[in-house]
């Protein structure tokens, strides 16, 4: 059952102002992990290269819920029709604790350290110790049972909470849900091209992971990469360097709900254009590099695809950012390639996990390119430590006025649709518009 919602005081129509209680509210919180995280909604919980042989495990999050992901044995009658990966809550069906300590490693079944019931990879109670009680000798010298548990006690009955599991491309996602629709509807044919275009089927390489915590609600990470009017403008690396400013060739897209998005653009050369770039405090005209190898791009032939928008033309993106309600963020920017994850922690905080990839069939070349550009991310990144800065400053914004203030979104209109350019807060809309309707607020 969902909590009921016990702040619907958000006045006015529409999504362009948005409350600031909103992001500072931790009852409303409360009912966002219910409705959004541990409701009808996919969470991306890890790679699946992440867990390659039978047994291997890492622990994730699905909200504030810690779960383990892990490869399981498939019968051969399954292979084929079963990935063998498996998401299950951390936490014991005996009295609920959370009975694993490893970050990751390999196992054979998961033992709980207090009175070590013992459970399956796929999560099923295998035993527990006394079930049937110990024999002793009664007072009157005959063999008895002394407790135990009852006689009609299902192993099967109580298992570790498993959540469903689908993987797209390698990407593996969980719910708690039963009735969330398949994942693929879940992101809709608005965004999966995008996702297709990066990993078309192909093996994927682990380059590194880091990870930081953010002390700013976790929408504000969702909305920071749907908000392209930043990037240009917070960001010196970007309108210096023209890896994106409001110069560029660009399109803002959204899944029908408005829940998902991807800023798709495609890089320049950076450098004056007074349009962009006049009276801009970040734009550094003198700035260069000291190793340039930081910049050394190499186009890829994976980049360039049939235009989803229009069949027939062909375009060359170099960044996509995908922004996945409400978990996750996969990007491309140029030739580094990492997936995002928004793990909460209260309204005033969340951890954010940076995983970096490429592809197994990459030049070593090309993976030294790829963890070089990946510099620019990451909690240090040379971009992206900016990001995680201002979202502490909005955050402390908010909670000082309190009860009354909004947020004005209002970039390009109060509308929700899709655009061919990055002068828009449109996307923070859409969100918005589709968060209101998930909430009841
Ligand atoms: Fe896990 Fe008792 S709490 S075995
Ligand atoms: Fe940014």
Request: aromatic content about 10%.
């Amino acid at each position: 059952m969902n909590a009921p919602v016990p702040l619907s005081r958000w006045a006015g129509e529409g999504s362009s102002r948005v409350p600031f209680w909103a992001y500072t509210d931790p009852q409303l919180y409360r009912a966002e992990l219910d409705r959004i995280f541990y409701g009808r909604h996919w969470s991306y919980v890890g790679l699946e290269i992440e867990v390659p042989n039978v047994g291997d495990f890492k622990l994730t999050w699905v909200g504030e819920r810690q779960v383990i992901l892990v490869r399981d044995r498939v019968a051969p009658k399954d292979r084929g029709t079963d990935h063998g990966l498996r998401v299950v809550e951390n936490r014991c069906a005996h009295r609920g604790v959370r009975f694993c300590q490893q970050p990751h490693g390999n196992a054979r079944s998961f033992v709980c350290p207090y009175h070590q019931w013992t459970y399956k990879l796929n999560g099923d109670l295998a035993g527990l110790p006394f079930k049937e009680g110990v024999k002793a000798l009664g007072a009157d010298g005959t063999e008895c049972v002394q407790g135990g548990m009852p006689v009609d006690f299902d192993l099967k009955a109580n298992g570790l909470t498993k959540l469903r599991v689908e993987v797209l491309h390698g990407l593996v996602f969980a719910t708690f849900c039963d009735d969330a629709e398949p994942l693929r509807d879940y992101l809709g044919p608005e965004v999966l091209p995008w996702l297709d275009r990066i990993f078309q089927g192909r093996q994927l390489q682990l380059l590194g992971i880091n990870r930081q915590r953010i002390p700013g609600n976790w929408k504000l990470m969702m909305e920071n990469i749907k908000d392209p009017y930043h990037p240009g403008l917070l960001h010196t690396w970007f309108v210096t360097f023209g890896l994106w400013r409001a110069d560029q060739k660009s399109r803002m897209v959204m899944d029908a709900h408005g829940r998902h998005a991807v800023m798709v653009s495609r890089r320049n050369d950076g450098g004056e254009n007074k349009a962009v770039t006049q009276g801009v405090t970040s734009f550094k005209a003198d700035m260069t590099l000291q190793d340039d190898r930081l910049l050394d791009v190499v186009p890829e032939p994976w980049w360039k695809v049939t235009d989803p928008a229009n069949p027939g033309t062909e375009i060359m993106p170099t960044v996509t950012m995908i922004t996945l309600f409400p978990s996750v963020i996969i990007q491309q920017q140029v030739n580094s390639l990492s997936t995002r994850h928004i793990v909460p922690r209260g309204e005033g905080e969340f951890d954010f996990v940076w995983t970096h990839f490429g592809f197994v069939d990459d030049t070593p070349e090309m993976t030294r390119r790829r963890l070089r550009q990946a510099n620019l991310f990451g909690p240090a990144g040379f971009v992206s430590a900016d990001d995680g800065e201002v979202i502490e400053f909005s955050q402390d914004g908010f909670r000082q006025w309190g009860e009354g203030g909004s947020t004005l979104c209002e970039l390009d209109g109060t509308g929700t649709g899709g655009t061919e350019h990055m002068v828009t807060e449109t996307l923070i809309r859409s969100m918005y518009a589709y968060w209101r309707r998930v909430m009841g607020v």
